[in-house]
T-cell receptor, first 116, second 113 residues
């Protein structure tokens, strides 16, 4: 396994269109996270899964955003009716949940979304 | 909500030791301290994690005083390739609550020849 992969790496779309991104985590990792990052800012948490269960969503995640992890493996993040403010790098990370052991997350290369 | 404060930027030179300090005055008993490194157009990369005293790996050392209200990431003999943004995170790893997943703006470390 070579790490977390994300597809596509780049996506240009017109305002109002829907887009879907895919994340393939490290195979034995049970936790999967989605973040959004804009220029000059740190990654901003969007949501996370433990296996197939979506356990938390950020208040920043509008109802235009939806994420799934149907079989506890890969995950998809869909943005409906994209807006220019959605332009950002979307990062996926996975980890092996170890309770009190803290966060050691492995990140993918990200999908850069540009909404025109 | 455990919050961290780091310098926005730091400069150093090749071959020097660099220390980046993070303040986390409201750290909870179960919280760990984790540092990540990020290069432009890449996802963050885990560097080191600790709970108390000192932790060392092949990349860095992490110093945590007894009160745990701050921590210092130490990079020995930096090179140009260490130019990156460094993030300090505090959380208990339970997965519940987004506080441990707050990266902040990080410290932009610039290494000069």
């Amino acid at each position: 396994d070579t790490g977390v992969s994300q597809n596509p790496r780049h996506k240009i779309t017109k305002r109002g269109q829907n887009v879907t991104f895919r994340c393939d985590p490290i195979s034995e990792h049970n936790r999967l996270y989605w973040y959004r990052q804009t220029l000059g800012q740190g990654p901003e948490f969007l949501t996370y899964f433990q296996n197939e269960a979506q356990l938390e969503k950020s208040r920043l995640l509008s109802d235009r955003f939806s994420a799934e992890r149907p079989k506890g493996s890969f995950s998809t993040l869909e943005i409906q009716r994209t807006e220019q403010g959605d332009s950002a790098m979307y990062l996926c990370a996975s980890s092996l949940g170890r309770g009190l052991a803290g966060y050691e997350q492995y990140f993918g290369p990200g999908t850069r979304l540009t909404v025109t | 909500l455990a919050k961290t404060t780091q310098p926005i930027s730091m400069d150093s030179y090749e071959g020097q030791e660099v220390n980046i300090t993070c303040s986390h005055n409201n750290i909870a008993t179960n919280d760990y301290i984790t540092w990540y490194q990020q290069f432009p157009s890449q996802g963050p990369r885990f560097i080191i994690q600790g709970y108390k005293t000192k932790v060392t790996n092949e990349v860095a050392s992490l110093f945590i005083p007894a009160d745990r209200k701050s921590s210092t990431l130490s990079l020995p003999r930096v090179s140009l390739s260490d130019t990156a943004v460094y993030y300090c995170l505090v959380g208990d790893g339970s997965g519940g609550g987004a506080d441990g997943l707050t990266f902040g703006k990080g410290t932009h470390l610039i290494i000069q020849p």
